[in-house]
C-alpha cells in the first residue's frame, strides 16, 4: 500500500502538492437556456452584438452553443472574466436574450486548474489556427 493511501494527512498532502502548480484561476460561466424559440431568433443579432462588446471590453474569455450528442441544442455557454459573482450576474442579465425573456441563465464560478490553449500564427499569408 502507498503512503498515500495510508492515512488522510499523506493523501491530502498529494493532492496539495499535485495542485499547487495548477493556475487556480476562476471564470464566471453563464449557462444560457432557450426559453421562447421565436423570442430568441428576434434577440439573436442584439445577443451576438452584446458579446462582440464584451469581447472588445475583455469581459469573455468565451462564448458558444452547446449541442448534445445528437446535435439538439443543449444550454449556451458564456465564460465572463468577472470580478465575483455579482459582476457576472449583471452581465448575465444584461443579455438581450434574456430581457427579451427569450432565455434563462444560472452562473457558476469555475476554476480552471489544467488544460492547454494553444494558437499558431503564419504571417506569410496571415492565418492564425487554435488548437
Request: glycine share 4%; hydrophobic share 40%.
Amino acid at each position: 500500500m502507498s503512503e498515500t493511501q495510508d492515512s488522510p494527512q499523506s493523501l491530502q498532502a498529494e493532492i496539495d502538492r499535485l495542485q499547487a502548480r495548477m493556475l487556480k484561476r476562476a471564470f464566471y460561466v453563464m449557462s444560457r437556456t432557450v426559453v421562447d424559440g421565436p423570442k430568441f431568433k428576434r434577440a439573436l443579432p442584439d445577443h451576438l452584438r452584446w458579446l462582440m462588446d464584451l469581447e472588445d471590453k475583455g469581459l469573455i474569455f468565451a462564448s458558444g452553443p452547446a449541442f448534445k450528442r445528437d446535435d439538439s441544442p443543449a444550454p449556451g455557454m458564456t465564460i465572463f472574466r468577472a470580478t465575483d459573482f455579482t459582476h457576472a450576474e449583471r452581465l448575465a442579465a444584461s443579455d438581450p436574450v434574456c430581457l427579451a425573456n427569450a432565455a434563462q441563465f444560472q452562473i457558476v464560478r469555475w476554476v480552471v486548474g489544467a488544460g492547454r490553449l494553444s494558437v499558431s500564427v503564419d504571417f506569410s499569408d496571415q492565418t492564425y489556427k487554435f488548437d
